[in-house]
């Protein structure tokens, strides 16, 4: 991910069978976002290709490969080999995907291995606007302190945490996907 303190990451094992669409499900789970928007997968971003998506009428170029039909074992073939997956396209979240190791037992349901940092909130303005908003919530006299607050939902006496990340939390979350 395009942030950088803290740095939000995650480290996720999973099925080499599982599907790119697959893998869009779970990064939105991992960082608790909610799948508001499109995304795509390509080796280095834009104008890079292979592109893989979903194909929609309203494309105006069609992806190279189905996200829902291309699995992750016929494009991740060796380890440390690196794809980006764009998540949000007005916001840009640009995210480094790196295959750190081919495990050659049979995965059955994935897990998250390590990870740190809070993810940013869904629809926060990419990179910049969460900067922006790590500035806001650190500065109770700043005048947008309490709108911002309101805005995630914390309580009075709640503070916005960068540096947060639980792994038990994130695995309950992932349990029942297969």
């Given amino acids: 991910m395009n942030v950088a303190k803290p740095p939000v990451w995650r480290q996720i094992q ?3 069978k599982f599907t790119f669409y697959n ?3 779970l990064i939105q789970l991992a960082f608790g976002w909610s799948d508001d928007h499109l995304y795509q997968f390509s080796p280095k971003g834009y104008g890079s290709h292979p592109v ?3 194909p929609t009428e309203e494309d105006w170029e069609k992806p190279d490969m189905n996200a829902m039909k291309t699995k992750l074992n016929k494009v991740f073939t060796t ?38 940092g809070a ?17 806001i919530l650190a500065d109770p006299k700043h005048e947008e302190h309490v709108d911002m607050k309101e805005w995630l939902g914390l309580a009075e006496d709640e503070d ?6 639980d792994l038990d939390e994130v695995n309950e979350i992932l349990k029942d996907y297969k």
Avoid: M, R
């Avoid at 916005?160 to 990340?165: G, I, K, L, P, R």
């Fill in 160 to 165: 916005w945490d960068a540096n947060y990340f």
């Fill in 14 to 16: 999973v099925p080499e």
């Fill in 79 to 116: 380890e440390k080999q690196t794809f980006n997956y764009l998540y949000d396209f007005g916001d840009d979240w640009s995210h480094k995907i790196t295959l750190e190791k081919l495990v050659p037992d049979d995965i059955k349901s994935p897990v998250c291995l390590a990870g740190k």
């Fill in 52 to 54: 893989i998506a979903i």
């Fill in 23 to 25: 893998l869009h499900q």
């Fill in 119 to 135: 993810c940013p909130p869904e629809d926060c303005g990419g990179a910049w606007g969460y900067e922006n908003l790590k500035v």
